[in-house]
């Protein structure tokens, strides 16, 4: 019964910034880690951040220094804040969540937001 539903993809110029939302709904217990990947077609599923429960963070490396990812545990919601954004970052972006549920602790996807950087 847990969702995961992403939300802030658009369509922009070279250059733009976006914010990504991933907000978590159903029931269970805890959230673990917290991550974006992206996908464009015909490329593999790549890791673009992912941020951890302590607050530690980590970054694809096309992306550092342009993206930020943060959390807000309490609200079961992480964001995705891409500012100059190229071409190159196209892709169906994906949210991804370590859930812990009654029974088991298991990943959930959501079903993935379009971004599409074009002049």
């Known amino acids: 019964q847990v969702r995961l539903v992403e939300s802030g993809g658009d369509l922009v110029q070279p250059g733009g910034s976006l914010r990504l939302s991933c907000v978590a709904s159903?029931?269970?217990?805890?959230?673990?880690?917290m991550a974006w990947y992206r996908q464009a077609p015909g490329n593999q599923r790549e890791l673009v951040a992912a941020?951890?429960?302590?607050?530690?963070?980590n970054y694809g490396d096309s992306v550092k220094g342009r993206f930020t990812i943060s959390r807000d545990t309490a609200k079961s919601t992480v964001y995705l804040q891409m500012n100059n954004l190229k071409s190159e970052d196209t892709a169906v972006y994906y949210c991804?969540?370590?859930?812990?549920?009654?029974?088991?602790?298991?990943?959930?996807w959501g079903q993935g937001t379009q971004v599409t950087v074009s002049s």
């Open positions: 991804k969540s370590q859930i812990m549920t009654t029974l088991r602790i298991q990943d959930y």
């Open positions: 159903g029931t269970f217990s805890w959230i673990g880690t």
């Open positions: 941020a951890f429960r302590s607050g530690a963070t």
